[in-house]
């Protein structure tokens, strides 16, 4: 069974920078697809943005081109960077992990495993 496991949520003030980082592990089937979703209490899980676990595509939402990027460590490390964080911005950050892609980088279905989210609160 495939482990994710976040780190780097916190406080962060609007305006500020924000990174955060999913290490995979027990790598037992190959990977397609690195995705992160956030979620709040009462809300549906959001996608903020995607990667293929080989190559240089990002999937972002419009709400995220220009402000969050990409990149891997050669540890199985997916990092996340967020600049000009705003207040809905806020929320659990998820990463996931699809096995295999079959087209639907936006959708929770698409991914097969998750990790346990970490809390990210902007606030000044």
């Known amino acids: 069974q495939v482990k994710l496991v976040e780190s780097g949520g916190g406080l962060v003030q609007p305006g500020g920078s924000l990174r955060l980082s999913c290490t995979a592990s027990?790598?037992?089937?190959?990977?397609?697809?690195m995705g992160w979703f956030r979620q709040n209490p009462g809300k549906e899980r959001e996608f903020v943005g995607a990667?293929?676990?080989?190559?240089?595509?990002t999937y972002l939402p419009d709400s995220m081109k220009g402000r969050l990027t990409f990149s891997r460590d050669a540890d199985n490390t997916v990092h996340l960077q967020m600049n000009d964080v705003k207040p809905e911005d806020a929320g659990v950050y998820y990463c996931?992990?699809?096995?295999?892609?079959?087209?639907?980088?936006?959708?929770?279905?698409?991914?097969?495993?998750w990790g346990q989210g970490t809390q990210v609160t902007v606030s000044s």
């Open positions: 996931a992990a699809d096995h295999f892609y079959s087209g639907r980088y936006f959708d929770v279905g698409e991914y097969d495993y």
């Open positions: 027990r790598l037992t089937v190959s990977l397609d697809l």
């Open positions: 990667i293929p676990w080989r190559g240089d595509i």
